[in-house]
């Protein structure tokens, strides 16, 4: 039985873990489950699964009653942890993937942040400490699936993207795109912030960084190919030619699923089976240039490094939370990042107080962009 943690447990990653948990009942014990400020839904999963340890934002007095509150970055140190699910938002998750790492658990990873801020850190600590760092979102799960057996040279990592709601509307009707409109993504059904990270094709950036440093490959082999079926994951070319690829309908259960089992495939008739009764299509279009400036830039802050992708993370952030609060327009999300990147005075990178700083400050300066 695999003793689980998972953190952000009331999101949507969050919850379908809990999904999975219950699908198997005798292959975990949830250990510790940690949340926000939804203590309605979390006092309902803490009474369903009796967790040991519990965390949330400001519990009510005498909540949780025979069960200890332990910090997320102490609970995924606990010994009487396998495997710790990150299914948080933001810069938050950094911390507790970093001390998981030093304990020496496996991480399944679907938090983009932290190895999006601190790549070249994680990976120092998966090798230092003996943890392991298992990708949970789609499209390096998909990465991941397909190298599974393989030790032959890549030529190329194909990231697929839907394109999102906006992929074919005219440029100039960009500026008055509202956030009721790019909340409407064709494909997936997602968390607010994803879903706007996914309409700018931040998203997409997120996961051309976290690619790079999950499986060691130069940026210039890793590509974005629009994909709207979203039915292909992503792809991988090796040197002969040969393309492999992950299909599979778009639901999240299937990796999140894949990275709780790992190396084990096991049936479960809760995730929908791609449906090869139908006729269907696929389609593959290049990106268009200087649709997606977000992409752009995000892009361009990978490979700059340093403490550039966590400036950028969270001038993402506070960009998106304020188009969704309609203090700024659509297209103002990507002048915010630019503007704090451009301004950004970026760190070594070599510790997590590096990182940190760098979140503190774009936070900040972004804030002031957008409006307060």
Known sequence: ??????????????????????????????????????????????????????????????????MEFTAMEDMVCLENVDQVMVALMGSVGLIPTLNALKAGKSI??????????????????????????????????????????EDNEILRLLITASGGPF??????EMESVTPERALQHPTWTMGKKITIDSATLMNKAFEVIETHWLFGVPWERIEVVVHPQSTIHSMVEFA???VKAQMGPPDMRLPIQYALFYPKRLPNSMIPRLDTSKPQ??????MESGRFPCFELAVAAGKKGGTYPAALSAADEVAVQAFLDSKIGFTDI????????TEHESLPGDKAEDFLEADWWATGRATELAGG
């Not at 006092?43 to 934002?57: A, G, L, T």
């Not at 990507?334 to 990147?341: C, E, N, P």
Request: hydrophobic share 35%; net charge negative; charged share 25%.
């Open 334 to 341: 990507a002048k915010v990042i630019d503007q704090v990147l």
């Open 240 to 242: 002969d030619g040969s």
């Open 281 to 286: 299509s696929l389609s593959f279009d290049p």
């Open 1 to 66: 039985m695999k003793r689980l943690v998972v953190l952000g447990s009331t999101g949507s990653i969050g919850r379908q873990t809990l999904d999975i948990v219950r699908s198997f009942p005798d292959e975990f014990e949830v250990v510790g489950l940690a949340a926000g400020n939804n203590i309605e839904l979390f006092n309902e999963q803490v009474k369903e699964f009796q967790p040991k340890h519990v965390c949330c934002i400001d519990p009510p007095t005498g909540a949780f009653p025979g």
């Open 108 to 149: 399944a990873l679907s938090n983009k942040e932290p190895i999006v801020m601190a790549g070249g850190l994680i990976k120092e600590f998966e090798k230092r400490y003996g943890g392991e760092v298992l990708p949970v979102d789609s499209e390096p799960s998909a990465i991941w699936q397909c190298l599974r057996g």
């Open 167 to 172: 992929r074919t509307t005219p440029l100039e």
